[in-house]
């Protein structure tokens, strides 16, 4: 029976993944609190690996924020973002496990790459300035998973999410992602009956957005694929893989359908003074395809699955 680490357990993907492992019969996990582990001491994370025989390893922890959060804290992002992925990663390999998956984002690829974003658009450009201390850490991390394998012959793999949300999502007022927070604002303006609801930037960015649970079921499949099939469609050092829907959609796309969603009828007001980001960021999910997975959860549904587990959590849910 293989014995699975789940880095980051508690967070939004983390915990996702735990609900489709612990769904195996034939896996045993481990996890650990960030009470009982400091993934940014390495110290800790080295006697972890000694009490457990890990078999793989899934390492969603990070420090991740929005827009507001990415700009107020960036040497936290960074700095925080590179120990955990050192120190995980690293652990991992002088511990003998040989199977390993780490989770970066898709704001690893240039400002203004060509769209979709194909995974060999890694490092040819600029990346956005709002994130991009955190785009360098996970750029970092998937340039390690590869070094190991190629140094040690390690099959460590990486997959690049877009845009996520759903249950277990950090609700935050100001130091969310986009659904969470606008989610947020708009509950509460039905909630006080307020007539309008007031959206960062212009509406006109567009985004693509994935359910948390399609991430999981995704991981699992990249992680199951045997490596001979994994390398077919991969290269030594340019290994990581595209997830998401292949699908976006304007902010204020999204804002309407999350109107709808919540119940809201007012008027929707976008504060140009407010930063857009990247004016675009769709993925390339061929590669993905190809290794047989596509995403099933719509974003209307998504968002009303998203919207319940809110409501059961009394409208209150803070990171």
């Not at 915990?15 to 400091?38: N, Y």
């Not at 490092?123 to 785009?135: C, F, M, Q, S």
């Amino acid at each position: 029976m293989p014995r699975i680490y789940v880095a980051g357990h508690g967070g939004m993907v983390g915990s996702a993944l735990c609900r489709q492992l612990a769904a195996r019969a034939d896996v045993e996990l481990v996890t650990a609190s960030h009470s009982e582990l400091d993934l940014t001491r390495q110290a800790e994370v080295e006697d972890l690996f000694a009490a457990h025989a890990i078999d793989q390893v899934y390492l969603a922890a990070a420090r991740v924020g929005g827009i507001h959060a990415n700009n107020t804290y960036p040497a936290d992002f960074i700095q925080d973002n590179l120990l955990i992925q050192c120190n995980v990663i690293g652990a991992a390999q002088r511990a003998g496990v040989q199977r390993l998956l780490f989770l970066g984002s898709s704001c690893i690829y240039p400002k203004l790459a060509p769209q979709p974003m194909r995974e060999d658009a890694l490092l040819t450009g600029v990346l956005e300035p709002t994130n991009e201390p955190y785009a360098i850490a996970k750029i970092a991390g998937i340039k390690l998973c590869e070094s190991m394998n190629r140094q040690y012959g390690t099959d460590y793999r990486a997959v690049m999410p877009t845009n996520l949300y759903g249950p277990g999502d950090n609700f935050h007022p100001e130091n969310s992602h986009v659904i969470p927070a606008m989610l947020q604002r708009f509950h509460q303006a039905v909630t006080d009956g307020a007539q309008e609801v007031v959206i960062w930037g212009s509406g006109t960015p567009m985004r693509e957005f994935l359910h948390v649970d399609d991430m999981a079921a995704a991981c699992l499949h990249v992680m199951d694929l045997p490596l001979a099939e994994y390398q077919q469609h991969t290269q030594p050092m340019l290994s990581h893989i595209n997830v998401g829907t292949g699908v976006d959609c304007t902010i204020r796309e999204l804002a309407e359908t999350m109107a709808q969603v919540t119940g809201f009828t007012g008027k929707l007001v976008f504060d140009t003074s407010k930063p857009d980001g990247t004016p675009r960021k769709l993925l390339d999910v061929s590669r993905l395809k190809a290794l047989g997975w596509e995403a099933g959860i719509t974003l209307r549904d998504g968002l009303e699955d998203t919207y319940r587990w809110y409501l059961e959590r009394g409208g209150e849910v803070r990171g």
